[in-house]
């Protein structure tokens, strides 16, 4: 099946996305970690795929995040949330709100649940800001007061850059798997770094040594077999243990795609994980049109709790989507709304299943808990699975 066209002024966008790339190559002696330039095509500002262009959720994007299939997975996190700023009297500090529909379900349940509480988003991406402070409007400095009883002046902040100390929740959905990557070879000489390079038709592989300490270190300690291709994260371990630095008491919780070590790097996943999003279509190229496909890698989530455990917190719960939901009450929330109203039952029926099944996102998409201070909330009280990382 062809891929859809994009239109002429995306690929003129592209373009200069690419020349700004191969320029940053031909200044670093030809050859950039594929690390730089993931980071480049996904962030480079006003040609970067977060950083400018179409609508990347939804129908018309191209992929779908799970507060797009139900309201109700903004209302569970929301009660979620209560339980630990119950305990702590902090506020939610949401890492990259994509579209600010989430924040949106969140702040409007613990509205509904007059629930006191700050919300900030920390976004690195301009136009989303500007898409968010759209969706978000009514919770703006401007808009009425938070509370039905308009006692409360709480409003919804953006952040440029994190807090020195936080208490409450730390959150992000699908955050972790869009973090720059390095990919390496092992090699019968040894582990190499996989970077890019300049090629007669346009971006090429090529493969050097790694020169990172860290990055060197950890590619060793996996000891794959030859050949075997893969991605080691070091930005996601390193944001965990700034992160844990600064959170005094509360809880950090995220949701994404991926595995424990062992399944992870399995012999089997040979080839890794890294992929390319357009337009609804997974490619395995990721130099396809840059600044207009989505590149994503899935998470080590023991590289996750590692870097948590290293930093004083505790990994409370380690589970899938599927479990976390049912067990903070999703079902309770669908049986809200009756049955025999069909126009509006069945389309949330339909988005709860798409979350829970094995076939969607129940059982690939995990969730991690990592607590300071702080009891986990009852959405681990189900399938826990932290034997796994």
Known sequence: MPLPPPSQEQLQASDRLVRYIQSEIQKSGGWISFARYMERALYSPGLGYYSGGPAKFGGEGDFVTAPQISPLFGRLLARQFAEVLKQTGGGILELGAGTGLLASQILSELR??????????????????????????????????????????????????????????????????????????????????????MGETGFCWEDRSIADPLLLESARALNLPDGHISEINLAAPALIKTLGERLESGLILFIDYGFGRSE??????????????????????????????????????TAIADAALDSGMQVCGYTTQANFLLAGGITHL???????????????????QKLLSPAEMGELFKVIGLTRACACPSGFALGDQRHRL
């Open 112 to 197: 509904a649940l007059n629930v006191e509480a700050k919300y900030s988003i920390l976004e690195v991406s301009g136009a989303l800001r500007a898409r968010q402070q759209e969706t978000l409007r009514e919770f703006s400095p401007s808009s009425q007061p938070f509370s039905r009883e308009g006692s409360r002046s709480e409003f919804i902040l953006w952040l440029d850059s994190l807090p020195e100390k936080i208490s409450g929740v730390i959150f992000g959905n699908e955050v972790l798997d869009a973090l720059p990557v390095h990919l390496i070879h092992w090699t019968r000489n040894g582990p190499m770094e996989r970077g890019v390079g």
């Open 264 to 301: 992870y790097y399995h012999p089997q996943r040979h080839m890794g994980t890294l992929m390319a999003h357009y337009r609804h279509h997974a490619l395995d190229d990721p130099f396809y049109l840059p600044g207009l496909c989505d590149l994503t890698a899935h998470v080590d989530f």
């Open 334 to 352: 669908l049986s809200e709304t009756p049955p025999d109203s069909a126009a509006n039952y069945l389309p949330l029926s339909t988005g709860v």
